[in-house]
């Protein structure tokens, strides 16, 4: 099955902790990207991927890491979370350019920094 | 740059039609359509390429004036799967990609 996936699904973590979000999809698509969303302002790109190891800054980077080492995995770093970052992450990918084709979605990671 | 969609929210009984407008200060190369439901991920409708263009499946359509930096989607004889809320979405620079203020839509029995 087609299908992009991330982990974990939740997490609670406190401010400073280190942490990862992985991200994996199966289609074998060249574009990837990570989007935060938040109530009354939607969703805003963090960072994008054209490839392996082609990345770029979206809308709202600040405080994020990203890394493309192989094709199907995308992961979003975050090296010292701050409250500000609670969040609802959604990793995407797209099978080229983003403008011109859809967006497959995963299900969502809830990030709550304490 | 984010476009902006009116209305904020929408209210519908079953059977009736809804427009969602979304509009871009920027030009816009494409729009994308995706629907969310509540603590879902959102999912695809459709992607207009042209100005000009009008694509449609069931009964939910779409069209998209490049001129007016406009694009709107038509919601024919709501049902309750309808329900969610709707993103238009384009990219504007690059590969960067910019998604819509967004549009709460409600249908009621």
């Known amino acids: 099955e087609a299908q992009v996936t991330q982990n974990p699904r939740y997490l609670i973590t406190v401010t400073g902790k280190k942490l990862t979000v992985t991200c994996s999809q199966n289609m074998n698509h060249e574009y990837m990207s990570w989007y935060r969303q938040d109530p009354g302002l939607g969703l805003r790109q963090i960072y994008y991927?054209?490839?392996?190891?082609?990345?770029d800054k979206g809308d709202v980077p600040e405080g994020y890491k990203v890394s493309r080492k192989e094709k199907r995995n995308f992961p979003l770093i975050l090296e010292s979370p701050s409250p500000n970052q609670t969040s609802l992450y959604f990793c995407?990918?797209?099978?080229?350019?983003?403008?011109?084709?859809?967006?497959?979605f995963g299900p969502g990671t809830r990030l709550t920094v304490t | 740059q984010q476009p902006v969609q009116s209305p904020q929210a929408v209210i519908l009984r079953e059977g009736e039609d809804a427009v969602i407008n979304c509009s871009s200060s920027k030009a816009l190369y494409s729009v994308h359509w995706y629907r969310q439901k509540h603590g879902e991920a959102p999912v695809f409708l459709m992607i207009l390429l042209k100005g000009g263009e009008q694509k449609g499946h069931d009964k939910i359509s779409a069209s998209f004036n490049e001129k007016k930096q406009q694009s709107s989607l038509y919601l024919t004889a709501s049902q309750l799967s309808y329900s969610g809320t709707y993103f238009c979405?384009?990219?504007?620079?690059?590969?960067?990609?910019?998604f819509g203020t967004g549009t709460s839509l409600t249908v009621i029995p």
């Open positions: 979405g384009t990219g504007l620079t690059g590969n960067q990609f910019y």
């Open positions: 991927s054209m490839n392996v190891e082609v990345t």
């Open positions: 995407a990918s797209s099978s080229a350019g983003v403008g011109s084709y859809e967006q497959y």
